[in-house]
């Protein structure tokens, strides 16, 4: 049987960064430049800050009540009814964003690499190896997260400072952007890109020191962010502003525009979508295993997968609903900065009311039914 208790807190951090890092990655400074121009890095900084805020407001959640995850401790704070409403938009959501990446990763492969397979193929295939993967222990779970972590973080950073030979920093200035257009509407779109961090509601409870949650947290976000923050700056130091808006993923146009000293590969666009799948299946993984375990916790049943297959159906159909890539993007923008309230308005209302109400979980140590 599986111990009660067996993440460690580095492994809660790799959990955080591989599934953060995903998809949302090749149209990420797209979505920056357009907010601000030039100022597209400050808008990523500002975008991980208010993500940090909604992360720490989970994490003090979880260490705050640090048996039960969030579908559990919500029905002790607002009430049964309520909390079975917030867990089943939450379960609704992460649904539908595990669709969306996964359209979304069909879209780039048959557009970048295999141009004659047809899209629903591709997203069949990353589901169903999702799906595959979810039907394992929470324990499992984390030990895949932990071995692709630096799978994910290293090649990336070798290909982004690979990229700076080609920088120009005038091309940065000014920071704050020339004449900013959606600033706060920028931040939103890429803070929604992070909310994949909302995993650790379900981690906490089987965390072997609940509370090193705090400290996996800010490790795992300053990681992640700093990631997007680099990505974006090293785009636009390359690109420039006004190149990167006629690009739909500048990310792997870097990649491209890339090359290994003396030439040793002209490219690196290979590489880099080799990495890019790894990260799009952690991050599905993260999504789906948070969505089956969630509905299996609403429910009151001991496994959860038997709603591994069960759902699956439902989110290829989702997957399948936006008409092209240009609907798509539409699509995930509007449904990103919905979610990006729930993810974070959510759980501040159950800090919130869990403070005035003095609710508190059992302390890590005292006996607790898991």
């Given at each position: 049987?599986e111990h009660p208790r067996s993440i460690t807190a580095i492994q809660t951090a790799s959990i ?60 002790q704070v607002i009430g049964k009814w309520p909390a079975w409403i917030g867990s089943m938009l ?231 609903l936006p008409q092209n890539i240009v609907n798509m993007y539409d699509i995930i923008e509007i ?36």
């Amino acid at each position: 049987m599986e111990h009660p208790r067996s993440i460690t807190a580095i492994q809660t951090a790799s959990i955080l960064v591989s599934t953060i890092i995903g998809v949302g990655v090749l149209p990420l400074p797209l979505f920056a430049v357009e907010a601000a121009d030039s100022g597209g890095p400050l808008v990523t900084l500002v975008a991980v800050l208010l993500s940090f805020a909604g992360l720490s407001i989970i994490t003090v959640l979880g260490m705050r009540f640090p048996h039960q995850s969030i579908v559990e401790y919500s029905e002790q704070v607002i009430g049964k009814w309520p909390a079975w409403i917030g867990s089943m938009l939450i379960i609704a959501f992460f649904a539908v964003l595990t669709s969306l990446t996964a359209r979304e990763f069909g879209e780039v492969v048959v557009t970048s690499v295999l141009k004659k397979t047809p899209v629903e193929i591709t997203v069949i295939v990353m589901l169903l190896l999702a799906a595959i993967s979810t039907r394992n222990s929470i324990a499992t779970f984390s030990y895949i997260h932990f071995f692709y972590f630096p799978l994910l973080l290293w090649p990336a950073l070798f290909i982004v400072a690979l990229s700076l030979k080609n920088a120009d920093v005038l091309n940065l200035q000014p920071i704050w952007g020339n004449k900013p257009k959606d600033f706060l509407g920028g931040v939103i779109t890429i803070a929604a890109l992070l909310q994949g961090s909302f995993i650790l509601t379900i981690v906490i409870p089987r965390m072997r020191r609940p509370e090193k949650a705090m400290i996996s947290s800010l490790i795992g976000l300053t990681i992640a962010g700093g990631l997007y923050v680099i990505i974006v700056a090293a785009t636009v130091s390359v690109f420039g502003a006004e190149e990167i808006k006629q690009l739909l993923w500048p990310t792997l146009e870097l990649a491209k525009a890339t090359s290994l000293p003396a030439n040793v590969l002209e490219r690196l666009d290979a590489a880099f979508l080799a990495v890019w799948v790894t990260a799009v299946f952690t991050t599905l993984l993260s999504s789906y295993f948070l969505t089956i375990y969630a509905l299996r916790q609403l429910l009151r049943l001991q496994e959860h997968k038997m709603f591994a297959f069960f759902l699956l159906p439902f989110v290829f159909v989702m997957a399948m609903l936006p008409q092209n890539i240009v609907n798509m993007y539409d699509i995930i923008e509007i449904v990103g900065r919905i979610g990006l309230f729930l993810t974070i308005g959510y759980p501040a209302l159950l800090l919130l009311v869990s403070i005035l109400r003095g609710k508190r979980g059992k302390r890590h140590g005292e006996s607790s039914s898991l």
